[in-house]
Each structure stands twice: as C-alpha cells, then as structure tokens.
C-alpha cells in the first residue's frame, strides 16, 4: 500500500522545530531525506535516551522523529557539501529548513537555496512563518 504522498521527495534540513514536519510527510508516504551534519543532528542529543544512558544512537526523541526518513551525513558549509545539496535540492520536491533567515543564503550552497525560495513552485517549510508557504509568501502582507 502507498502513501498520499508516495513520490514525493522531501529534503530535510531541519532542527527539532521542524522534525515534525518531516515525520508526517515520512508518514504519508513521502521519501523523506534527513540530512546531517558531520557529528550528527543536534536532535541526537535531546533526552530521553534509551534505558537513561546518553548517547547519539540512543535518543527516543530522535529515534520518534526520524522514523520513516533515510539519512546522509552532508557539510553543505564546504564546497563539496555544497554542490551535493545544490543537486539534491534540484531534485527535491520539498524542502524543510529551520535555520534563521539569511544564515543559508550567505553559504556555498547559494544556489540550491535561491532555486528552492524564488524560482520554485513548490512548498518549502520555514521556521520564519512556522507554516507552509510558497514562493508567493512574498506577496502577502507581514503579519502572515
């Protein structure tokens, strides 16, 4: 049985503001990718961890929000990084972000974001609105 959202490809970049978002579209079928930062999601460090022992691959939380989402281990702040989130975002339906405005804009990997927030007319998850919204976000009045 599939999905409602079945081929639908979902890159997620997101904290734990929006590891939700990226659980449910994992739920409803979606190819949910998590990606993460050398060291592993800060998600990997929130308690309860299993049987009170702390460590990366024992987090409940992280374990809850990342079920369904495949992972990858990506730095998109260096140029390799970088490249390889540009062609996995040219390929992504979705994209789930929660860093503060302007923090990915300033980094090598310009170009996935710019394509991803002007040119796109697909949703794209931000913790500035904490909603869904669009390229035509743009248009509506501020306190949207």
């Given at each position: 049985?599939t999905?409602a959202?079945?081929?639908v490809?979902v890159l997620?970049?997101s ?7 990226g659980k449910?579209?994992?739920g409803?079928g979606?190819d949910?990718v ?8 800060p998600?990997r460090?929130i ?6 022992v702390?460590g990366?691959?024992?987090?409940l939380?992280f ?12 730095d998109w ?10 062609r996995l ?19 090598p990997?310009?170009?996935a974001?710019?394509?991803?927030s002007?040119s796109?007319?697909r949703?794209v998850?931000s ?5 869904l ?5 743009a248009?509506m009045?501020a306190?949207?």
């Open positions: 049985m999905g959202l079945d081929g490809r997620d970049l904290d734990q503001q929006g590891a939700f978002a449910l579209l994992a409803l979606a949910v998590l990606v993460e930062p050398p060291g592993g999601s998600l460090s308690p309860p961890f299993w049987q009170g702390e990366p691959e024992r987090s939380f374990w809850f929000y990342s079920a369904g989402k495949r992972g990858l281990t990506l702040r260096t140029a390799a990084g970088a490249a390889t989130l540009s975002a040219a390929r992504a339906d979705v994209l789930i972000e929660s860093e503060p405005p302007g923090t990915c804009s300033s980094a990997a310009t170009a974001w710019r394509l991803t002007t796109w007319p949703p998850v913790r500035a609105r904490s909603a919204t669009t390229p035509t976000a248009k009045p306190w949207w």
